[in-house]
Structure formats: structure tokens, C-alpha cells
């Protein structure tokens, strides 16, 4: 895989060689299960600690507002399920349409259980209306979710003033920053959010941890029965090895959010630079106000999966806007609720840059990209 180039940091990224290192001693020294009082757990309890705080620390939370998770799933899972199981009153939820599918489906399935869930538009840049938000909300409305970044177009909405909204109706508000965390600055008290989503994946740390913020005082059930872990709010062992892990990425990259962010939009510009200069009829979709990295690429008349395989053939990772079955392609969810005219949606890819991704690297994409549209 040496010179493989994975451009696809919106999937997963890279973990990083401190975090992994600093995980080591966790999987085969320091073993302990931090529930037991013995002596020989004492590090994995203090690491527990030191790695909630330090997390706490980056998105200005209090440490006791951090639940591990498995992953953002869980956590999004977590955020819908438990605050309409904690509340017996007001019964719906608000979302966008342009959720990951770890929010839609998470909806749909509490749809079935009589929870009604109103899906907002959003505007041709993907981003949701303060004022349709507030026209859909009503003295019942229990939670608004709206994703803080979007996976596929790199939108970034404008979270605290849909929080504000949410909060004139006495309505919690939850975000899925599974996109945002470690790459734009967050502030979980400016931003006044009640709940926030987390994935270390996606910040370079390892595959299958993530957290949930909840901010003190928010009513939210368990949906995982056990032990007392997490106080007494997600069961199960901790994962300590992987917790340590994340809190290292996480520090590391918010301690460099701006140089990385720097670092990124250069590449970005190399790709958009390139493609302008080659005449090519194409379209970058999201707003400008979006995620660093993230070039979302619709070619006319194209066909995004193509692209995708023969990027693939050149040693190049990207994503695609559409997936195909056995018989059709089928656009995202995402590019149909932002309009995309088909004869573009079609051939959209996405191409996430991260920190590890070099000028060279960047150049190399460029030109096989425009090699193969030609
Ligand atoms: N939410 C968003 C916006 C995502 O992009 C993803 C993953 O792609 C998830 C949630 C799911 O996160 P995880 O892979 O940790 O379950």
C-alpha cells in the first residue's frame, strides 16, 4: 500500500503513531478492568479520568458531560432513542434531510414506535433555514438534531443560532459533529448544544470508540442495561486502550486545528486549480462555509462510480455521491435534497484530503482526475 493515496478521510482516517503508542500499554501491561479496587486496575481508572478530561478540555465541556461510546452510531442512537425514552410528554423530533444514515435510520426506527420525526429541507448549499427550522416547531417538539457537518458535501450549518431556535421552545438540541470534532474549533458552551456526537475515527484515532456529550441536566434513558460504567448510563466494560488512543488524537489535533486546516485548504486549492484550468464542466457542491478537506465534484454527464474504479486502478482512494445496485445507480439522499440536476448528480465524487495528504499527493489526484473525465 506504500504508494497507494487515500484521499477518502471523510470514511476514516490515518491513527495517529502517538495515539497508538500511547494505547500500547493498555492492551498488554496495564490490562486492568477499571471497575475493580485493586491496586492493579489503578492505571487504567487514572487513564479513564485523564483521557475524559482531556476530551472534555478540547470541546469546552465539563468531564462529567463525556459518555464513551462504540462509535458515533451508538452515540446518535443514543442521543434520539434516549432523550424520547426519558420523556413522556413531548414525542417529536426535527432532523434535515441530509443526515448520515446513523441519524435517518435511527429516526425511522422511532417513527415506528409512534414518535413522529418532521425531515427539513435545506437550500441548494445544504444548509437548513433558521426560520424553517422554527416554523416546525411546536410546544411537543422533544429534540431538534441537526449535524453540525455534512459527510458527502462538507456543509458546515449554522449550529448555535438553530440551537437558540430550538431552545425558544423549551426543545433540546443535539448535533452529529461526527465530521466537525478535531477539525473546526467547538465550543460546547457557545454553541449551548445539549447533546453532541463524536467518532475517533474520523480525527485519527482508532476504528470503534467515540463519545457522546451531554450536557448536566439534560433527561436522556440508557439504552445499554448493565454495570454502573459511564455513570450508570452505557454499560460495559471500557474499552481503556482506545479511549487513551482518542483522547491522544484529539488533543493533538486540536492543539494543530489551524496549521492542519492550512495545510488542507492548500490542497484543496491545488485540486480546484487544477480541474479550472483543464476547462472541465463541473460543479463543487456544499456551501463555502465547509469542512476542511472535504471537495465534493459533480462532472456532467459522467458517471461518479466510474470515476471511482478508475481512481482506484491509478492507486487513488476517493468516494462517490451515488451508489449502484445490480440495476440502477442511485443519487444520495444527500444531492437529491440539494437539487442536484441529475445529469451532474450522477457523476459526483468525493474527495476528503486529511493532514497526512501531501502537494504531491494532491497534484497526482488532480491530474489522473482530470486524465480519466477527459
Ligand atoms: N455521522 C456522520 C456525519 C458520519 O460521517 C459518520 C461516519 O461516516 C457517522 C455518523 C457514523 O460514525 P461511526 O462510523 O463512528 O459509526
Known amino acids: 500500500m506504500k504508494d497507494y493515496i487515500f484521499a477518502d478521510n471523510a470514511a476514516t482516517t490515518k491513527l495517529d503513531n502517538d495515539a497508538f503508542e500511547a494505547m500500547k500499554p493498555y492492551l498488554l501491561d496495564e490490562y486492568g478492568n477499571a471497575s475493580q479496587p485493586y491496586f492493579f486496575s489503578k492505571s487504567a481508572k487514572a487513564a479513564l479520568k485523564a483521557a475524559r478530561q482531556t476530551i472534555a478540555s478540547c470541546i469546552n465541556a465539563d468531564e462529567d458531560e463525556i459518555y464513551f461510546t462504540s462509535c458515533g452510531t451508538e452515540s446518535n442512537n443514543w442521543a434520539i432513542k434516549g432523550s424520547a425514552f426519558a420523556d413522556a410528554e413531548k414525542h417529536a423530533t426535527v432532523t434535515s434531510s441530509i443526515e448520515h444514515h446513523a441519524i435517518l435510520n435511527t429516526c425511522a426506527s422511532i417513527e415506528k414506535l409512534g414518535y413522529p420525526v418532521v425531515y427539513l429541507p435545506v437550500d441548494y448549499y445544504g444548509i437548513v433555514n433558521v426560520k424553517t427550522l422554527e416554523e416546525h416547531l411546536t410546544n411537543k417538539t422533544r429534540l431538534v438534531s441537526i449535524m453540525m457537518a455534512n459527510n458527502e458535501i462538507g456543509t458546515i450549518q449554522p449550529i448555535k443560532e438553530l440551537c437558540d431556535t430550538a431552545h425558544k421552545f423549551g426543545t433540546l438540541f443535539h448535533t452529529d459533529a461526527v465530521q466537525a470534532v478535531g477539525h473546526i474549533p467547538i465550543d460546547v458552551k457557545k454553541l449551548g448544544v445539549d447533546m453532541l456526537s463524536s467518532s475517533a475515527h474520523k480525527f485519527n484515532g482508532p476504528k470503534g470508540i467515540g463519545f457522546l456529550y451531554v450536557k448536566k441536566g439534560t433527561p436522556l434513558a440508557s439504552l445499554i442495561d448493565g454495570g454502573a460504567q459511564e455513570h450508570g448510563m452505557r454499560a460495559g466494560t471500557e474499552n481503556i486502550a482506545s479511549i487513551v488512543a482518542m483522547a491522544t488524537a484529539l488533543k493533538i489535533n486540536c492543539e494543530q486545528i489551524e496549521e492542519n486546516e492550512k495545510h488542507i485548504r ?10 479550472n484550468e483543464s476547462g472541465i464542466d463541473y460543479i463543487r457542491n456544499g456551501s463555502n462555509n465547509r469542512i476542511p478537506g472535504n471537495v465534493s465534484l459533480s462532472f456532467k454527464g459522467k458517471d461518479g462510480e466510474a470515476i471511482l474504479h478508475r481512481m482506484d486502478l491509478m492507486g487513488i482512494a476517493i468516494s462517490t455521491g451515488s451508489a449502484c445496485d445490480s440495476v440502477n445507480t442511485q443519487i444520495s439522499h444527500v444531492l437529491k435534497a440539494i437539487n442536484l440536476h441529475e ?10 484530503l486529511g493532514k497526512d495528504n501531501t502537494e504531491e499527493e494532491t497534484e497526482k489526484i488532480v491530474k489522473n482526475l482530470v486524465k480519466i473525465i477527459k
Open 343 to 352: 445529469e451532474y448528480a450522477l457523476g459526483t465524487v468525493r474527495i476528503s
Open 266 to 275: 492548500s490542497l484543496e486549492k491545488i485540486i480546484i486549480d487544477g480541474l
